[in-house]
T-cell receptor, first 113, second 117 residues
């Protein structure tokens, strides 16, 4: 089944404790992206990757890092999480090129205490 | 970055009623998309619109790409309980980087739809 998977689905952590949220897709997509969803703000892009080893900042990159060592994986790293990073996070992937549908993962709900 | 204004923020309707929601932007987009998010899930694409003025239907859903390319609406006819969820509009702009083009999505704030049986 073609899908985007994220782990963990739920995470409660404390300020300053490094964490990684994994994202994997099995559709051989070149483009992958991370979003955060907050009430009243919709989804905002954090980082995106055009292909392996090619990443760039989205609209809200502060406090986040990403890497793209393999085509299928695009982990999101929070080196020192803070409470304002409490949010619902979505990974998405699509084929390269314009006018392409992005497929979203099921989401990771993160709480930073 | 670009911003979309989506309205209404929430709707409470009776089963069988029609629903209408819209999005406006100060910028033009190449594509307008409408997504639905069910509780505990990621957004799923409902309708994609590629041309200014385009009117597209998908079952009980109808969406239009505004002539100015700065707005779009989504209508749901004869609502049913499973229509409950959050609906997002998204404008897609095409960017070119390193010889490759890709689409960047900008999302509206979402419309929370509640349908009473």
């Amino acid at each position: 089944e073609a899908q985007v998977t994220q782990n963990p689905r739920y995470l409660i952590t404390v300020t300053g404790k490094k964490l990684t949220v994994t994202c994997s897709q099995n559709m051989n997509h070149e483009y992958m992206s991370w979003y955060r969803q907050d009430p009243g703000l919709g989804l905002r892009q954090i980082y995106y990757s055009m292909n392996v080893e090619v990443t760039d900042k989205g609209d809200v990159p502060e406090g986040y890092k990403v890497s793209r060592k393999e085509k299928r994986n695009f982990p999101l790293i929070l080196e020192s999480p803070s409470p304002n990073q409490t949010s619902l996070y979505f990974c998405a992937s699509s084929t390269s090129g314009g006018n392409n549908e992005q497929f979203f993962g099921p989401g990771t709900r993160l709480t930073v205490l | 970055g670009q911003q979309l204004n989506q309205s209404p923020q929430s709707m409470f309707i009776q089963e069988g009623e029609d629903v209408s929601m819209n999005c406006t932007s100060s910028s033009i987009f190449n594509t307008w998309l409408w997504y639905k998010q069910d509780p505990g899930e990621g957004p799923v694409l409902l309708i994609a619109l590629y041309k200014a003025g385009e009117l597209t239907s998908n079952g009980r859903l109808t969406a239009q790409f505004g002539i100015t390319r700065k707005d779009s609406f989504l209508n749901i006819s004869a609502s049913i309980p499973s229509d409950v969820g959050i609906y997002f509009c998204a404008g897609q702009a095409i960017f070119n980087a390193g010889g490759t083009s890709y689409g960047k999505l900008t999302f509206g704030q979402g419309t929370i739809l509640t349908v009473h049986p």
